[in-house]
C-alpha cells in the first residue's frame, strides 16, 4: 500500500478514536475544554491534554446546536408535510365529479327515496330529521352518544382533580406534587360587582332563549332545527345565566348530579326506544308505533322524542363542558 | 340459508347491551365497586353471546354470513351491522381478553383511581367495547366513523386516568396524533361518498369496481384510499406513526394499558382488513399498490420496534415498543394480499390480542412486586415473590417469541406458511427470522432479570405479599388460552380462513 495512503488512514483513525499524535509542549495545554452548555456532568477535570473522540465531539456538538437544528429541522419538515398534503388535497378536488351536477354518483336512489317517500315512510315533513332519526338513527344514536363520552371524559379529568385540590394539603407534600398539578385557576367568572346592564338584558332574554329553544327541538320533525341545534340554543341560555347571575346560581337547578342524571336518562330513553324500533324493523315485526299525520305536532313516529332527548343531551353537555372549563365543575 | 333468531339477533344485542350498560353506569350507586361488576357481567354475556354465535354459524348449512338491518329500512338506506364467523370470533375474542384484563387488574385499578372516577372509568370501558364491537360489526362505513370517534375519546380518556403529569402528556399527545388519523378517515370517507354516492359497504365496492373498470377517477380513488389506510393506520400504531404509543401505554394504569394495547389498536386494524375486502377488494388495492405500502411498512414496524423496545429499561415500555413489532406482525399479513394472508393477520390479532394483556397484567403484578417501580432493575427475583404474574410474564414472553406450543407461534407459522404463496416470500421470511431474534433479545434478559434473585427473596424471606383471587384466576385463564391458541390453532384458522372467504 502507498505510504501516504498508509499514513492518512493511520490519522483518520486516530482522528475518530482520539488518539492523535500528542502536542509537542502538552505541559503548556494545562487549559481545560471549554465547559460547555445542557452537558449532564461536568467532565473530570484531567491532568493531561485529552484530544476527544469522534463520539464527544458528535455530543458536544448536539449539545451546542442540537435544539436549534431540531426545531429548523421540525418546522420545515411541518411545512412542508403540510404543503404537500394541501397539494395533494387541492389537485384530488379538482378531478372530483363537478359540484352540483345532476349526473353525480351521489344522486342516486338513495337520495331518491330519501326525497320522493321520504315524508310518507317516516312522517317527519323535514327530510333532514326523518333522515337522520328514522333512515339513519344508529348512526344519530351513535353521535349523541360522543357527546356523551366527551362529557364523561371531561368530567372524570377535570372535576375528579378539583375534588382533591380541595382536601387538606399533606405539608409533606408541599411544592411540586405529582398529583397536584392540575391546579384550578382561579375562577375568572367571580362576579366583581352587579353588572345591572348584563343582568337587565339575561333577565328580558332568558326566556326568550328557552322558547326558542324548545320550539327548535319540538318543531325539529317539521320545520329546519332538531334536537342538535335546539340543544345548542337552550345551552347558550344557561350560559348567559351563569355568567349574569354567576355559577352558584345555575347551580341551584343544575349540577353536576342533574347533569349525569338528565343526559343518562336521556340517553337511555333513546338506547331503549329506538332499540325497540331496530330490534322489530330488523326481524320484520310490526312496531306499533303510529306515524300520525304530516305536519302535525304529534306525528312522525319516534322522531320528536328522540329529538327531545338529544336536545337534552345536546344541552347539558355544551353548558356543562363550558362550565368544567371555566369553572371547574358542572 | 338462515340462522336462527337468536343468532341473526346477536350482533346488535352485543353492541346495545353494552351502551347500555355505559349509560346506566353513571347513576349507579358506586359502593362495592357495582360499576366494575356490571362491566365485567356484561362482557361475560356478550363472550357467551358470541360463542353461541359462533357455534350457530360453524354448523349451519355453508359458510353463511348474514345482513342485519338496524331499523325498518332495507341496505342502502338505512343503517346495517353484517355478521359472519371471522366477525363472531373476534367479538369473542375481544369480550373474552378485556373482561379477563378488567377481572386480572381489579385491584391496581383500585390502588390507582380513587372511587370517584372508577364509576366514569367503567363508563369510558363499556363504551370502548361497544365501539369495538360496532367496528367489529358495522357494514356502513360512516356507522364506522362514528364509534371510531366514540373509540378515540374513551381511549385518550382511559389513558388520562391515573392523574400524573405523565400520564396527562401522553394523552394529549395520544389525543392529538388521534385526531390527525380521525380527520385523515374523515375526508378520506368525504371523498369516497362523492366518488360512490354511497356509505353502505358493497354497494360502495361495486361503484368502486366499475370506476376502475372504466379507468374514472382513478387518481381521487387512490388519494381516499391512501388517506384512509394512512388515518387507520396512525390510530393502530404503525411504525412510522407510532411514537405516542409508548408513553400512553407505558403511563397508563395496567387495565388501561392491556385494554388499549390488546383491543383498541385491533379495532383500527380490522376496520382496514374490512377496507380491503369488503370495499375495495383485494384486486383493487393491487392494482392501486396499496399492498406493497402496507408489507413494506408492516416489515420496518416489525423490525425497528423490536429495535426500540431493546432500547427500554422500564418493563412497560419495553412491552409497548413489542406492540409496535407485533402491530408490523399483522401488517405483514394484510400486504401479502391474500386469503391466506389476511386469515393469519387475523389469527395474530387474536393471539396479540390474549397474549398482550397478559403481559401487561404480570408486569403490573410484578412491579406491585417491587414496590411499584417498573425498571428491570428493580424487578431481580420478583417472580419468586408473586408467581402467578411471574408464570404470565414467562408465558407471555414464550409467546412472543414464538416458541412452539405458546399461542405466538401459531400465528408466526401461518404468516410464515402464507408467505410462501406470494412473491414477496423471501423478504418476508427474512424479517420474520430477525424480527423473532429481536423479540428473543429483549424479552430473554426481561425472563432472566425476574428469575434471578437473591436468597432472600427465593427463600421466601421477603414480605409475603398477597395476591388477590381474581389475579390468580385471569393469569391462569390467559396461560389457557394461551396454550390452547398454541397447540389447537389450527380449527382456529380453518374457521377464520372460511369467515375470510366470505368476508366481502
New interface residues.
Given amino acids: 500500500m502507498n505510504d501516504g495512503l498508509k499514513k492518512f488512514l493511520l490519522d483518520f483513525y486516530n482522528w475518530v478514536t482520539g488518539n492523535g499524535a500528542r502536542t509537542e509542549n502538552e505541559d503548556a495545554m494545562t487549559e481545560l475544554p471549554p465547559v460547555l452548555p445542557f452537558t449532564m456532568e461536568p467532565d473530570k477535570i484531567q491532568s493531561r491534554f485529552h484530544e476527544k473522540t469522534l463520539q464527544e465531539r458528535r455530543k458536544d456538538w448536539i449539545n451546542l446546536h442540537g435544539l436549534s437544528v431540531f426545531s429548523i429541522l421540525y418546522r420545515s419538515f411541518s411545512i412542508i408535510t403540510c404543503v404537500v398534503i394541501v397539494g395533494?388535497?387541492l389537485?384530488?378536488v379538482s378531478?372530483?365529479?363537478p359540484f352540483g351536477d345532476e349526473n353525480?354518483?351521489?344522486?342516486?336512489?338513495?337520495?331518491d327515496?330519501?326525497i320522493k317517500l321520504g315524508g310518507n315512510?317516516t312522517g317527519a315533513q323535514n327530510i333532514v330529521a326523518g333522515m337522520i332519526l328514522?333512515?339513519?338513527?344508529?348512526?344519530t344514536?351513535?353521535?349523541s352518544?360522543?357527546l356523551?363520552?366527551?362529557a364523561?371524559?371531561v368530567?372524570?379529568?377535570l372535576s375528579?382533580?378539583r375534588?382533591?385540590n380541595d382536601e387538606p394539603k399533606n405539608k409533606l407534600h408541599s411544592g411540586f406534587n405529582?398529583?397536584n398539578?392540575?391546579k384550578r385557576a382561579p375562577p375568572i367568572h367571580e362576579l366583581k360587582d352587579d353588572d345591572a346592564i348584563l343582568r337587565g338584558v339575561a333577565s328580558l332574554s332568558i326566556p326568550a332563549i328557552i322558547l326558542m329553544g324548545c320550539v327548535v327541538i319540538i318543531n325539529g320533525h317539521l320545520t329546519p332545527g332538531g334536537g342538535f341545534s335546539g340543544g345548542a340554543v337552550l345551552s347558550t341560555a344557561l350560559i348567559l345565566c351563569a355568567n349574569a347571575y354567576g355559577f352558584k346560581k345555575v347551580h341551584e337547578f343544575f349540577n353536576e348530579r342533574t347533569y349525569?342524571?338528565s343526559s343518562?336518562?336521556a340517553?337511555?330513553i333513546y338506547?331503549?326506544s329506538k332499540?325497540y324500533?331496530?330490534?322489530?324493523?330488523?326481524?320484520h315485526i310490526e312496531?306499533g308505533i303510529p306515524i300520525g299525520t304530516i305536519g302535525n305536532i304529534f306525528s312522525a313516529g319516534l322522531i320528536l322524542p328522540l329529538n327531545i332527548c338529544v336536545g337534552i343531551i345536546v344541552a347539558g353537555t355544551l353548558y356543562g363542558v363550558y362550565a368544567l372549563f371555566s369553572e371547574g365543575e358542572i | 340459508m338462515t340462522v336462527k333468531t337468536l343468532a341473526y339477533n346477536i350482533p346488535f344485542i352485543s353492541i346495545f347491551l353494552m351502551m347500555i350498560a355505559a349509560i346506566i353506569t353513571p347513576v349507579l350507586p358506586k359502593r362495592h365497586r357495582i360499576p366494575e361488576k356490571l362491566s365485567c357481567i356484561c362482557l361475560f354475556i356478550v363472550a357467551v353471546l358470541s360463542g353461541y354465535l359462533i357455534y350457530a354459524l360453524d354448523t349451519a348449512n355453508g359458510d353463511i354470513a348474514f345482513n342485519f338491518p338496524v331499523g325498518h329500512y332495507p341496505a342502502p338506506w338505512g343503517n346495517e351491522l353484517r355478521a359472519g364467523l371471522l366477525e363472531a370470533v373476534l367479538a369473542f375474542c375481544y369480550s373474552i381478553a378485556m373482561l379477563l384484563s378488567l377481572t386480572g387488574n381489579f385491584q391496581s385499578t383500585a390502588e390507582d383511581i380513587p372511587e370517584r372516577r372508577r364509576s366514569f372509568y367503567c363508563v369510558l370501558m363499556n363504551l370502548l367495547a361497544a365501539s369495538l364491537l360496532a367496528l367489529t360489526y358495522a357494514n356502513d362505513i360512516f356507522t364506522s366513523y362514528v364509534f371510531i370517534e366514540i373509540n378515540t375519546i374513551a381511549a385518550c380518556s382511559i389513558v388520562a386516568v391515573k392523574n400524573s403529569a405523565s400520564t396527562i402528556r401522553a394523552a394529549l399527545r395520544y389525543l392529538i396524533m388521534s385526531l390527525v388519523g380521525s380527520g385523515l378517515v374523515l375526508i378520506s370517507i368525504c371523498l369516497l361518498y362523492d366518488l360512490t354516492g354511497h356509505l353502505l359497504m358493497q354497494p360502495m365496492h361495486t361503484k368502486i369496481i366499475e370506476l376502475v373498470k372504466n379507468g374514472k377517477y382513478i387518481f381521487p380513488l387512490t388519494v381516499s384510499l391512501a388517506l384512509i389506510t394512512a388515518g387507520l393506520a396512525i390510530k393502530s400504531a404503525l411504525y412510522p406513526f407510532s411514537f405516542w404509543l409508548p408513553d400512553a401505554h407505558g403511563s397508563s394504569t395496567n387495565a388501561s394499558s392491556a385494554v388499549l394495547s390488546g383491543l383498541v389498536l385491533k379495532g383500527h386494524i380490522f376496520l382496514i382488513i374490512k377496507l380491503f375486502l369488503r370495499v375495495f377488494g383485494l384486486d383493487v388495492i393491487e392494482a392501486l399498490r396499496m399492498d406493497k405500502v402496507i408489507f413494506i411498512l408492516g416489515v420496518t414496524a416489525m423490525i425497528m420496534g423490536s429495535v426500540h423496545a431493546l432500547k427500554q429499561l422500564n418493563i412497560k415500555r419495553m412491552i409497548a415498543w413489542s406492540s409496535v413489532a407485533q402491530v408490523g406482525y399483522i401488517f405483514l399479513g394484510l400486504g401479502l394480499n391474500s386469503v391466506e394472508g389476511i386469515s393469519a393477520a387475523c389469527l395474530h390479532i387474536i393471539v396479540h390480542a390474549c397474549v398482550k394483556p397478559m403481559l401487561f397484567t404480570s408486569a403490573g403484578g410484578l412491579s406491585a412486586a417491587a414496590d411499584h417501580l417498573k425498571s428491570l432493575h428493580d424487578l431481580l427475583g420478583t417472580f419468586y415473590i408473586n408467581k402467578w404474574a411471574g408464570l404470565g410474564f414467562v408465558a407471555g414472553a414464550c409467546s412472543m417469541m414464538g416458541i412452539p406450543g405458546f399461542a405466538g407461534f401459531a400465528s408466526k407459522i401461518s404468516l410464515t406458511m402464507a408467505s410462501f404463496d406470494s412473491p414477496l416470500i423471501i423478504w418476508s421470511l427474512a424479517a420474520l427470522a430477525l424480527s423473532s431474534v429481536l423479540n428473543a433479545l429483549y424479552y430473554v434478559p426481561a425472563m432472566i432479570a425476574i428469575l434471578t434473585g437473591t436468597d432472600e427473596k427465593i427463600h421466601g424471606v421477603h414480605e409475603k405479599i398477597i395476591i388477590p383471587l381474581s389475579f390468580k384466576i385471569s393469569i391462569g385463564m390467559f396461560i389457557a388460552l394461551n396454550f390452547y391458541l398454541g397447540l389447537r390453532f389450527v380449527p382456529l384458522l380453518r374457521l377464520i380462513m372460511r369467515g375470510v372467504n366470505i368476508f366481502g
Fill in positions: 395533494l388535497l389537485i384530488t378531478e372530483l365529479p353525480n354518483p351521489a344522486n342516486n336512489e338513495v337520495i327515496r330519501y315512510e328514522d333512515y339513519r338513527a344508529f348512526d344514536f351513535g353521535e352518544a360522543v356523551f363520552t366527551g364523561v371524559s368530567l372524570m379529568i375528579a382533580a375534588r382533591k405529582d398529583r398539578f392540575l349525569i342524571f343518562s336518562s340517553l337511555l338506547a331503549l332499540g324500533s331496530f330490534f322489530t324493523g330488523a326481524n312496531s
